[in-house]
């Protein structure tokens, strides 16, 4: 059985930071491409950044140079750095899997809150 598990959210200030963490049981993420997608309140869900099986990236515009995408060695683990937050980057922040065979798989998500 795959599960996708998220933690590291919280409550943040703006201009805080936050590191997010995706660990996988029953798949390697390292046969997959992994995004962080967010889905604010009366809003649709929306890739924030996503990391591929060739170590590329892509980001969202409105998080560019502010979130990093990144994994460990072992690609047991998919961070999602997040600095520099804004009030907008409040959301339920959810962790995806998928590959041309399998997937995709879906975390249950962990919420973010950037308020003073």
């Known amino acids: 059985q795959v599960q996708l598990v998220e933690s590291g959210g919280g409550l943040v200030q703006p201009g805080g930071s936050l590191r997010l963490s995706c660990a996988a049981s029953?798949?390697?993420?390292?046969?997959?491409?992994v995004g962080w997608y967010r889905q604010a309140p009366g809003k649709q869900r929306e890739l924030v950044a996503e990391i591929t099986i060739s170590d590329s990236t892509n980001y969202a515009d409105s998080v560019k140079g502010r979130f990093t995408i990144s994994t460990d060695n072992a690609w047991n683990t998919v961070y999602l750095q997040m600095n520099t937050l804004k009030p907008d980057d409040t959301a339920v922040y959810y962790c995806?899997?998928?590959?041309?065979?399998?997937?995709?798989?879906w975390g249950q998500g962990t919420q973010v809150t950037v308020s003073s």
């Open positions: 995806n899997a998928v590959n041309r065979r399998n997937g995709p798989y």
């Open positions: 029953g798949i390697d993420f390292s046969f997959f491409t």
